[in-house]
């Protein structure tokens, strides 16, 4: 038997600390009810592009505390309902431009503890964005462009580097 064959029916899956080290792109097929995915706390390094494309009624997933370097564009792209997104304790670098380009609902997004360097000023163009965390990384380029075109003006986003507060709208950085 495989891990995921008892979980088929339910909506929430927890491998946490399961010791996995790669996921076959068909392995959710059959768990479209799934509302949330902890995968937290395991030796994931990269995952494909459509490794989460049948997951339709996602809001949660959790990816923190793995070893992942890269993701694909396209990894988020079918995750219409995705609200919470947690990415921390993770080795990324970089971050492809369009990666939350279709996350509409996401309002929660986690980036500390990584290795990224530098952001496209695009990257959370259009998010509805009430947190966004990025403490702890190496971001070189600290453009104020990064948040410009979040749609949503009222969010917490740390970065150690940087303090803004407009209007009502509040970039928050925590400056040491």
């Known amino acids: 038997m495989k891990w995921y064959e008892d979980v088929e029916f339910r909506k929430h899956v927890d491998l946490t600390r399961k010791n996995i080290d790669s996921i076959n792109n068909d392995v959710f097929n059959e768990l479209v009810l799934m509302d949330r995915l902890d995968l937290n706390e395991n030796n994931l390094i990269t995952l494909s592009g459509s490794v989460f494309s049948d997951l339709f009624s996602l809001q949660t997933l ?10 694909p564009e396209i990894v988020f792209f079918d995750l219409n309902d995705l609200t919470f997104l947690y990415l921390q304790k993770n080795k990324l670098e970089t971050l492809p431009e369009k990666i939350f380009s ?7 997004l986690d980036l500390r503890d990584n290795h990224l360097t530098s952001l496209s000023k695009d990257v959370f163009s259009g998010l509805y964005l009430n947190r966004l965390f990025l403490d702890n990384n190496n971001l070189i380029e600290r453009q104020k462009t990064y948040f410009r075109n979040l749609i949503k003006k009222r969010f917490w986003v740390q970065d150690n580097h940087i303090f803004e507060r ?3 709208t509040n970039f928050i950085f925590h400056i040491h």
């Open 62 to 71: 959790n990816l923190a505390n793995n070893q992942l370097k890269v993701l």
């Open 102 to 108: 279709e996350l509409k609902n996401l309002i929660y």
């Open 166 to 168: 407009t209007g009502y």
